[in-house]
């Protein structure tokens, strides 16, 4: 089945610093694919949508220059949390869609593992 | 390797019960999670299981036994606002997420 990572899986950082995340559809082309983030037995809250080649979609209330979300290719999309703070510490999951074209479009969204991000 | 299997789509009628079953293999176990998800919406949390047996809550429950890398949601009194995806997940010992790829739950009139 369709796979999707996530790198790094988990990252500690001081206050004030940048953080990168990286997710990928290893073996499908995602056109679209999604940011959320996760509270402890809680929904995941989607943060963005990204489309490749083009600015992301944001939900209301996330900053979009604090989080930054680059889908530069049909495989890769990024998530920068720029200037964190220790409130930005949660698990953050990335999903993508891939579409398969087969005589008819079959929309499909795949789950990433997850990257644990600790604010110190 | 890690996998998680669940049945691709389910069809039931409204006012029944329907199971979905979720089996997983993982590096560790830290828990496993149900999310039900609508089309074009996020994963709603339902359910997560640690210990062996059943949780109940309100017309859901979900039971895991880990013994045999096995879960089930349990979903009564169906209604159509039940028609969705269901998620399973299960966390392994480095606390990532394996995802099943949800079933897809069709509810009849």
């Known amino acids: 089945g369709a796979v999707v990572s996530q790198h790094p899986s988990r990252v500690i950082c001081k206050s004030g610093t940048s953080v990168k995340i990286e997710c990928r559809s290893l073996d499908f082309q995602a056109t679209t694919m999604f940011w959320y983030r996760q509270f402890p037995k809680q929904s995941l809250m989607l943060m963005a949508t990204?489309?490749?080649?083009?600015?992301?979609?944001?939900e209301q209330g996330v900053e979009k220059d604090k989080f930054l979300i680059n889908h530069a290719s049909l495989t890769l999309s990024t998530l920068t949390v720029t200037s964190a703070h220790p409130e930005d510490s949660s698990f953050y999951i990335c999903?993508?869609?891939?579409?398969?074209?087969?005589?008819?479009?079959?929309?499909?969204?795949?789950f990433g593992p997850g990257t644990r991000l600790l604010v110190l | 390797g890690q996998n998680i299997d669940q049945p691709t789509e389910m069809t039931a009628t409204e006012g029944a019960i329907v199971q979905i079953n979720c089996t997983y293999q993982?590096?560790?176990?830290?828990?496993l999670f149900w999310y039900q998800q609508h089309a074009g919406e996020a994963p709603t949390f339902l359910s997560y299981?640690?210990l062996d047996g059943l949780e109940e809550k309100g017309r859901f429950s979900s039971f895991l036994s880990r013994s045999k890398g096995y879960s089930y949601l349990l979903l009564k009194e169906l209604q159509m606002k039940d028609s969705a995806s269901y998620l399973c997940a299960a966390m392994d010992s480095n606390y990532q997420l394996i995802w099943g790829a949800g079933t897809k739950l069709i509810i009849k009139p």
């Open positions: 990204s489309n490749e080649g083009s600015k992301a979609t944001y």
């Open positions: 993982t590096s560790g176990f830290n828990g």
């Open positions: 299981n640690v």
């Open positions: 999903s993508a869609r891939a579409s398969l074209v087969d005589g008819s479009m079959k929309e499909t969204q795949y």
